[in-house]
């Protein structure tokens, strides 16, 4: 945006970036094509290094109701059929985790910090007693590297 004396305002998490094959793509335009599917809750997508791309897209889904193996399955082709759509092929899912909540402050904010370092399979140094729920954490490190 511009303000009245004509400086440029940018507006949005600028500091989340993923450079897949050489494009950087924002993880906020992601999640936000990601959430519109129906049966999608909450959404937070990190980037986690890539021998070959340089940066792929990890994402943790939260999804509404319950969920069975097959139902996961389906929506995963639903949801990279959704990027492809909207953003392009550039942007598939290297890995998505549907996962039962995510970390987050009292205030309601996503500590992606967190799940950076679990998508890359880094030990948790950031301090998360004062997360809503610190037992989140340990929930999907479980669901990531099992």
Known sequence: ??????????????????????????????????????????????????????????????????????????????LNKLITKEIGNIAKLDAIRFVPGLPKTRSGKIMRRILRSIAKGEEITQDTSTLEDPSIVEKIQNLVHN
Do not use: C, W
Not at 57 to 77: C, L, P
């Open 1 to 78: 945006m511009y303000d009245d004396d004509g400086y440029i305002i940018i507006t949005g998490r600028t500091d989340d970036v993923i450079n897949v094959s050489g494009h950087r793509l924002g993880t906020a335009e992601i999640e936000a094509v990601l959430g519109h599917h129906e049966n999608v809750a909450e959404v937070a997508v990190v980037g986690r290094p890539d021998a070959i791309k340089g940066e792929g897209i990890f994402a943790y889904i939260v999804i509404k109701g319950e969920d069975t193996i097959g139902e996961e399955v389906s929506m995963i082709q639903e």
